[in-house]
């Protein structure tokens, strides 16, 4: 029935603002054709404003979309450079790094990269 993602919606209470932190400061390709939308890959982010379709904002939380790099250090390092904040420490949980953050409205986010398959695998 269900056969793709079509887009991760992203909540905010100004659309410019989250724009600018997807797509300059995080560095997400901007979609040619839709001013709020921005791509990780093949998926697609869309900024939205609950409020002005009469709904109340709030952030998303605990469902940390996990953006790949391929250096979780080291992208750490570059965005703290440029302001972002982490919550806690970069985690190791034996196959991947791990690092939290969340964006100006409050959303979760995850720089991820895994280093070592999964013991099962």
């Not at 709020?36 to 379709?53: A, K, L």
Request: net charge negative; charged share 30%.
């Amino acid at each position: 029935m269900i056969s793709k993602l079509d887009f991760v919606g992203v909540p905010s209470q100004d659309a410019e603002r989250s724009r600018r932190f997807y797509v300059e400061t995080l560095g997400l390709r901007p979609d040619e054709k839709a001013q709020f939308e921005f791509w990780v890959g093949d998926t697609c982010f869309g900024i939205w404003e609950p409020e002005r379709m009469g709904m109340p904002f709030e952030p998303q939380r605990n469902a940390h979309p996990a953006l790949h790099v391929d250096d979780v250090a080291a992208a750490r390092e570059e965005l703290e450079g440029k302001g972002v904040e982490f919550m806690g420490e970069t985690l190791d949980t034996g196959v991947c790094h791990m690092a939290l953050l969340r964006d100006p409205d409050g959303n979760d986010l995850m720089l991820h990269s895994r280093y070592a398959p999964r013991p099962s695998d």
